[in-house]
């Protein structure tokens, strides 16, 4: 039954995100920030998951 209820949580903040993401980009004049902070968000994620896996891998190297 808990894992209904983190599924329902996850989804109703998918939603939230998106629904708050298309009012800023069609209804304001926030639209074109508000593309070019998700674009630049997605490169650093990007980047930060690359230096995660590159150090898992020098730990995974050390522990041998």
Do not use: C, E, P
């Not at 329902?8 to 902070?37: D, E, H, R």
Request: no cysteine; charged share 10%.
């Amino acid at each position: 039954m808990s894992a209904l209820k983190g599924l329902v949580k996850v989804i109703l903040g998918i939603l939230l995100v998106i629904i708050a993401l298309f009012v800023a980009v069609k209804y304001s004049g926030w639209g074109i920030a508000t593309l070019n902070l998700i674009k630049g968000g997605i490169i650093l994620t990007i980047i930060f998951i690359g230096l995660i896996f590159f150090m898992l891998g020098i730990t995974d190297f050390k522990n041998d």
